[in-house]
């Protein structure tokens, strides 16, 4: 059965920097994409970042947050640096795999708490 693992979260200061691991647990043939979303309590689920042939970015984030994936270890990555109060949210990962069996999925992680105060 796959699932996704995220890791990473935490509480840190204004500035501050964390990094957010999704790794893929369970056997997969290839990951298509993955996407980092977030939501801060009372608002909806935003698209924080992408990778897939390439790499896309909400404009809040944009020069601050790296995505990356290592395939061999089934893991994408966020690297958030100059951390802002406004980035606390659950932040969650999402992956579109082709399985074993040639059949294509999506997942979601279960989420991940970021705080950014002082």
């Known amino acids: 059965q796959v699932q996704l693992v995220e890791s990473g979260g935490g509480l840190v200061q204004p500035g501050g920097s964390l990094r957010l691991s999704c790794a893929i647990s369970?056997?997969?043939?290839?990951?298509?994409?993955a996407n980092w979303y977030r939501q801060a309590p009372g608002k909806q689920r935003e698209l924080v970042a992408g990778?897939?042939?390439?790499?896309n970015y909400a404009d809040s984030v944009k020069g601050r947050f790296t995505i990356s994936r290592d395939n061999a270890k089934k893991t994408v990555y966020l690297q958030m640096n100059s951390l802002k109060p406004e980035d606390t949210a659950v932040y969650y990962c999402?992956?579109?795999?082709?399985?074993?069996?040639?059949?294509?999925?999506?997942?979601w992680g279960q989420g991940t708490q970021v705080t950014v105060s002082s």
């Open positions: 990778i897939g042939g390439s790499t």
């Open positions: 369970g056997s997969i043939a290839s990951m298509y994409y």
């Open positions: 999402y992956a579109v795999v082709e399985l074993p069996s040639s059949l294509r999925r999506a997942y």
